[in-house]
Antibody, heavy 121, light 106 residues
Framework: QVQLQESGPRLVKPSETLSLTCSVSGGSISGHYWGWFRQPPGRGLEWIGY???????SYSPSLTSRVTMSVDTSKNQFSLKLTSVTAADTALYYC???????????????WGEGATVTVSS | EIVLTQSPATLSLSPGETATLSCRAS??????LAWYQQKPGQAPRLLIYGASNRATGIPARFSGSGCGTDFTLTISSLEPEDFAVYYC?????????FGPGTKVEI
């Protein structure tokens, strides 16, 4: 069974870069789309973006100027970088797998446990 | 981008009753919609994808329907573990977006 685990600093200073890595275990990163979501405290879900195992990616239009995702197939990991963070970026960050599909559209079926990242000086 | 509106915001029901949750879109996107369940302190769980397909391991009491702009998640005969927040998500139109959620409470 595929499992995902987020890792990275949980406290980031304003204007600095948030960096998270998602390690995939129990399966290969190849052949799938992978992504990131976040959930600010007490609020709903926000899509950050996704990346295919080949490296092609798509980002939320509201974050695209600050987001970069990458994939390392040799380590079975993918990563998120969010630059110039502010307090508004404080959230629970989830890495996910788009593992089920129908009619050519993929949906998120595996989630990491989430990483709470706080932006504060 | 497509805005998803979920109603009601909160649904107060008893175990054994049927829950009917609505998700309405600001524009049509065919049937590329999913439903997720989230319990406190847990990651969301995929329930329904493609508007009506149950994900692996999801009980038959969960069913989804709809197409275009109006979608429904029905939970028949609520079990105690079904009390949670439910989100709809559309993938038919970029960027993918979520609804604000419906809380199903006892």
């Amino acid at each position: 069974q595929v499992q995902l685990q987020e890792s990275g600093p949980r406290l980031v200073k304003p204007s600095e870069t948030l960096s998270l890595t998602c390690s995939v275990s129990g399966g290969s990163i190849s052949g799938h789309y992978w992504g990131w979501f976040r959930q600010p405290p007490g609020r709903g879900l926000e899509w950050i973006g996704y990346i295919y195992y080949t490296g092609s990616s798509s980002y939320s239009p509201s974050l695209t100027s600050r987001v970069t995702m990458s994939v390392d197939t040799s380590k079975n990991q993918f990563s998120l970088k969010l630059t110039s963070v502010t307090a508004a970026d404080t959230a629970l960050y989830y890495c996910i797998r788009y593992g089920v599909q129908v009619a050519g559209f993929h949906y998120m079926d595996v989630w990491g446990e989430g990483a709470t990242v706080t932006v504060s000086s | 981008e497509i805005v998803l509106t979920q109603s009601p915001a909160t649904l107060s029901l008893s175990p054994g009753e049927t829950a009917t949750l609505s998700c309405r879109a600001s524009q049509s996107f065919s049937s590329h919609l999913a439903w997720y369940q989230q319990k406190p302190g847990q990651a969301p769980r995929l329930l329904i994808y493609g508007a009506s397909n149950r994900a692996t391991g999801i009980p038959a009491r969960f069913s989804g329907s709809g197409c275009g702009t109006d979608f429904t998640l029905t939970i028949s005969s609520l079990e105690p573990e079904d009390f949670a927040v439910y989100y709809c998500q559309q993938r038919g139109n970029w960027p993918e977006t979520f609804g604000p959620g419906t809380k199903v409470e006892i």
